[in-house]
């Protein structure tokens, strides 16, 4: 029997494994009023033959870890896009977000009534990972909610 093979899509995925931390600007929000800094870290790994991401994050805050969350993200060549799949310490329902690479920039968002998001991954830089994470409430008018830059370790 023939098995499938991860196709050139699925190369996106790579790029985002490895371990990554650094420095988070946290913009003031509903969910943290003043903002602030934190550490981010994330271990990425590819799965399942190379057609998965699998990832865990954490922010920390004054040597205490704040904010948690667990990912799993695929290529979906149909429809050329990536699917990201998040979990985090909040208890919120699965946020599914999809996008596609630009050049060397990710960028995936999710949508429905009252609260937009979407985060992009910039891979322009050698070993480095530039991210923001905006939100909205109609989709139209986007706030920052964190910029962050980090290092493969």
Same mark, same amino acid.
């Given at each position: ?21 650094? =420095? ?18 994330? $271990? ?6 190379? &057609? ?13 870890? $704040? ?6 993200? $695929?290529?979906?060549?149909?429809? =050329? ?15 599914? &977000? ?47 909610? &964190? ?7």
């Amino acid at each position: 029997m023939n098995m499938p093979k991860p196709g050139p899509g699925h190369a996106g995925l790579e790029r985002l494994a490895g371990t990554w931390e650094g =420095e988070e600007i946290l913009h003031p929000s509903h969910w943290d009023p003043k903002g602030g800094v934190a550490l981010g870290r994330t $271990t990425s790994r590819v799965a399942l033959n190379g &057609f998965a991401l699998i990832g865990d994050y954490e922010q920390v805050r004054e040597g205490v870890v $704040t904010f948690s969350g667990y990912s799993v993200m $695929t290529y979906d060549p149909a429809e =050329e896009r990536y699917m990201l799949h998040w979990f985090d310490c909040l208890g919120s329902p699965l946020e599914i &977000f999809q996008g596609c690479f630009e050049g060397d920039v990710l960028t995936l968002s999710h949508g429905g009534p009252g609260m937009h998001a979407r985060i992009s991954y910039d891979l322009s830089e050698p070993d480095h990972l530039v991210s923001r994470m905006e939100m909205s409430q109609d989709g139209k008018g986007w706030v920052a909610l &964190f910029d962050g830059r980090y290092k493969r370790t």
